[in-house]
């Protein structure tokens, strides 16, 4: 048994019955990690002697009886969520050698189950990024074909999990940064309602969208992840004080008269031809299994990325004020301490990171800020109020994840704009504050891997993953994997 291969559930199978152990599964992991992780540069930080430890751990627990799902499931973190006592880079300079003095919400709910740290993924800096090219550590490759980027900014979360370099990772998603790189890599992200899971140690971009989620090589293990980590948190005040379902238990119902939006401003020029037809077999799919397509429209999409652009980078402006070498992080020595501010921030940050903190800026400033933030805070309201009344008559929405499969290394680097357009579908979703799914549904002639996004309401991940789970099961595009 290739034991790199398997998800969560097959996994936890395994080592409750007592096929597999924990350290044997961590230690397959970690030969597979050896084995590819020269072509793909998914990690930043690998954490082999601390995940056999781990491992050994969850192994006594097996033998004690315990059982559960994560118990020796070797999982991968982006390195944005803060680990005690391992680093938590955020890919930036400012933090390379940032060690945390505590553990994110998340990561803990995952520890106390007993899961296995392979290690921390790459990503854009600070989650600024659709290619995870902004790193200051180095470019991380798209298994299916290491030419091209794997999508951003949870990069790395996603290649670990299409190359086999862990069972399962997480991300974080502000304007895309699960779904987008879950669909360049042909694997599933899911990025949660506001709220719905606690964002406490997770290093702070616009923190009116951010969202941490699973990304998996099922919807199965999607759901499994999503039970475990959502819920209120004391820690988090934005964290929903909402009932947390079981969302294993919808996996399996039937989709029948389930109606599906399909928004036509998400089908138009701009969307890749084959990107645009796996979609729309998909619907045709989602049609057999019984689902009602309905046409609608969400008229304030053509605003969204405008809208998001100001929003994400005054709020990042804001986040950001805090590094400045003397709390933590890296430090530049001036001759007075504004001087030291600012060596410390033009040398640790990066071209992306400098170039959002100053259009932030600019937004909030007197002067400006009725014109621009302002403005783009009513504009969000008319985005989210559109998502309401669609949801009025349907149940899910569907569309494209990205309006291209995987992009070429280089490709964009040079035109912010183009990059910034490649979460054209994405985007919207987080100015709503709705869940959406990314999974499989379809290879290019070139092999590249195409994502599907299903919406649901604020609060029902529940219809999300049934409709995903009765695509996923009705396809096979999931059990491909690259050739590496
Ligand atoms: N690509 C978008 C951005 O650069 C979204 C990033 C994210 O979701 N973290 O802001």
Redesign the pocket.
């Known amino acids: 048994m290739a034991l790199h291969k398997l998800t969560i559930s097959e996994a936890s199978a395994a080592i409750e019955k007592g096929e597999i152990s924990p350290v044997e599964l961590a230690n397959a992991l970690f030969d597979r990690i050896d084995a590819v992780e020269k072509k793909i540069g998914a990690y930043v930080t690998i954490t082999m002697e601390h995940a056999i430890g781990q491992a050994k751990e969850a192994g006594n627990r097996v033998r004690n009886g315990e059982k559960g799902k994560l118990l020796g499931i070797p999982m991968a973190i982006k390195d944005n969520m803060c680990t005690e006592g391992i680093k938590t880079t955020c890919s930036s300079n400012i933090l390379g050698n940032f060690i945390p003095p505590y553990e994110s919400t998340v990561t803990q709910e995952l520890k106390e189950r007993g899961y296995v740290l392979t290690g921390k993924t790459n990503l854009?800096e600070f989650?600024?990024?659709?290619s995870t090219e902004n790193s200051a550590f180095g470019y991380t490759k798209n298994p299916w074909d290491t030419a091209r980027v794997p999508g951003?900014?949870s990069g790395g979360s996603a290649a670990a999990v299409a190359a086999d370099e862990c069972i399962a990772a997480i991300g974080?998603?502000?304007?895309?940064?699960i779904r987008q790189p879950a669909s360049f890599c042909g694997v599933v992200g899911m990025k949660p309602t506001y709220g719905r899971v606690s964002r406490y140690g997770l290093v702070a971009?616009a923190s009116s969208l951010d969202q941490i989620g699973p990304i998996t090589k099922t919807v199965e293990d999607s759901a499994i992840l999503m039970n475990i980590i959502s819920g209120n948190d004391p820690y988090d005040s934005t964290s929903a004080p909402a009932a947390i379902p079981d969302f294993t238990s919808v996996l399996g119902k039937e989709i029948k008269g389930l109606k599906i939006g399909i928004p036509k401003e998400y089908f138009i020029e701009g969307i890749d031809a084959e990107v645009g037809e796996h979609v729309k077999n998909a619907v045709k799919q989602l049609e057999s299994l019984g689902a009602v397509p309905v046409d609608i429209s969400l008229p304030h999409t053509g605003y969204a990325v405008a809208t998001y652009y100001i929003l994400?980078t005054s709020e990042a402006s804001s986040n950001l004020a805090r590094y400045d070498g003397v709390k933590y992080g890296f430090r530049a020595e001036g001759k007075d301490l504004l001087d030291t501010y600012m060596k410390t921030r033009a040398k640790g940050f990066g071209d992306e990171v400098k170039r959002r903190i100053i259009l932030g800026t600019y937004a909030l400033s007197s002067g400006y800020y009725d014109a621009y933030y302002k403005k783009a805070q009513q504009v969000r309201t008319l985005i989210k109020q559109d998502f309401e009344k669609a949801f009025e008559t349907v149940d899910v929405i569907v569309t494209p994840t990205a309006p291209t499969p995987a992009f070429r290394a280089g490709e964009k680097t040079a035109d912010p704009l183009q990059m910034?357009l490649?979460?054209i579908l994405t985007i919207s979703v987080n100015l709503a504050g709705m869940p959406a799914i990314s999974i499989p549904c379809g290879f290019t002639s070139g092999s590249l891997p195409v994502g599907l996004q299903i919406v649901g309401k604020h609060f029902d991940e529940e219809a999300v993953f049934k409709t995903a789970y009765a695509y996923e099961q009705s396809t096979d595009w999931h059990k491909r994997k690259p050739k590496l």
Do not use: P, R
């Open positions: 854009d989650a600024m990024g659709s951003g900014s974080s998603d502000t304007g895309g940064s971009f994400a910034y490649s979460d």
